[in-house]
């Protein structure tokens, strides 16, 4: 039978743990990315992660990309249609990918394809005391392992979210101009007339830029800070999901308020 | 040899993404490569705009030739002054051309339609034009209409 005392403690020291964890976080985030980099061996190490979570990721952001897309289009005609106004369905996909859907879903997607696996390997890399092995030889595992990933998902999640964008806008094309009847006229001149390079654009590739730093330090930093057992490892792989899931939803809410 | 095809891919990739990125300003913003390529400013005075916004189109016989860059309140006038933007190639408009403010569709969005005049004096950066018609504001004609039927049946 636990007293009061011994809860209130118990939760200040889940607090504390909490702020640790954060605080730990910031220091393999700060020695990660800055000090000395080893560029040569680092560039062709960079060029590997940025295939591994960057390349294999196409496939699944570009198809996911289309079908909302397309689902997109199919929704906003069926409400359009009823106010006789289904020009505006291309500026309705349009904005809707580029503010929200296109940076968001991107985010989400890759937090499962990509940091998920991120996670996994570097656990599994503690796990078989690799990290440690290289520290041995010499070779600082922050340069070696952990930098080449991060860079790699800054660089690869905006480019994706630019990918799944016009995929998208194009799926809506598909479906709206070809399947439905849309003229192919106004649903683009419509779309071009209410999106804007500034506030659209930018601003959905800004958010796109934060999501990636978030997803990508949260999965990186869940494999480097896990539990060296297979246990641990799984732990850490869910909850780099759950924790880069939710962080994507909360930041976009505050970027969306800040921003639009 | 793998690493080549590695590489190859990962640049791929790359550049797939800078196109898509170019894809959306060119295609889906409409952003012109070179902006602002000599437009000439001239601005008139509406007493209602009723829903007309910045970047809405200026056209002339239906063509674009144009975009409203700003709208404000002026205080002293109690009107609309908007600002437009038109196309440099177009410099043959005559000053006593007549702008107003037109709807697409019957919900469709505002834009600036501007009706030739007969001047010889052509309008220059800077300039206003003077006569303007304002927005047809659907709630003040249906009360209009309301009126002249009340007042027939009397």
């Given at each position: 039978m636990k007293t009061l005392s011994d809860r209130i403690a118990l939760m200040g020291a889940s607090g504390l743990d909490v702020v640790a964890a954060l605080g730990r976080s910031g220091v393999f985030l700060f020695h990660a990315l800055l000090g000395r980099s080893n560029f040569g061996s680092g560039w062709n190490l960079f060029v590997k992660q940025l295939y591994a979570v960057g390349v294999l990721s196409l496939a699944i952001i570009i198809v996911s990309g289309l079908f909302i897309g397309m689902v997109l289009a199919l929704q906003g005609y069926n409400i359009l249609s009823t106010y006789g106004s289904e020009q505006a369905v291309g500026q309705m996909v349009a904005l809707t990918l580029l503010r929200e859907l296109g940076p968001v879903v991107t985010a989400l997607l890759f937090a499962g394809r990509a940091g998920s696996a991120l996670t996994a390997e570097i656990g599994l890399m503690k796990a078989t005391e690799q990290l440690s092995g290289l520290e041995m030889i010499g070779v600082d595992p922050l340069k070696y392992v952990i930098a080449p990933r991060l860079w790699a998902g800054f660089v690869s999640m905006p480019l994706l979210a630019m990918i799944f964008c016009v995929v998208g806008i194009w799926g809506g094309a598909m479906v709206a101009v070809d399947w439905l009847g849309v003229y192919a006229g106004s649903y683009w001149s419509n779309m071009q007339n209410s999106v804007e390079f500034g506030s659209d654009i930018i601003n959905g590739l800004i958010k796109a830029v934060a999501f990636a730093f978030v997803v990508t330090w949260i999965a990186v930093f869940q494999g480097y800070d896990c539990e060296p057992t297979s246990e641990g490892i799984s732990r850490a792989t869910t909850r780099t999901v759950v924790y880069a899931s939710l962080a994507v939803l909360g930041l976009d809410f505050i970027l969306t308020a800040l921003m639009f | 040899m793998r690493t080549r095809t590695l590489e190859l891919t990962v640049g791929l990739f790359i550049l797939v993404g800078i196109l898509a990125l170019l894809v959306l300003a060119l295609r889906v913003s409409g952003l012109s490569i070179s902006p602002g390529n000599d437009t000439y400013k001239i601005h008139a005075h509406f007493?209602?705009?009723?829903g007309l916004t910045p970047r809405a189109k200026v056209t002339m016989a239906g063509v674009t030739i144009g975009q409203v860059t700003a709208i404000e309140f002026d205080k002293s006038r109690y009107t609309a002054r908007v600002e437009m933007a038109i196309d440099g190639?177009?410099?043959?408009?005559?000053?006593?051309s007549a702008a107003s403010i037109l709807t697409a569709g019957l919900l469709g969005e505002k834009y600036v339609g501007i009706s030739v005049g007969g001047e010889d004096s052509m309008l220059k950066d800077g300039d206003r034009i003077v006569d303007t018609q304002s927005a047809l504001v659907l709630e003040e004609l249906i009360g209009r209409f309301l009126l002249s039927t009340v007042s027939k049946e009397d």
């Open positions: - | 007493d209602n705009i009723a190639n177009v410099n043959t408009l005559p000053s006593d």
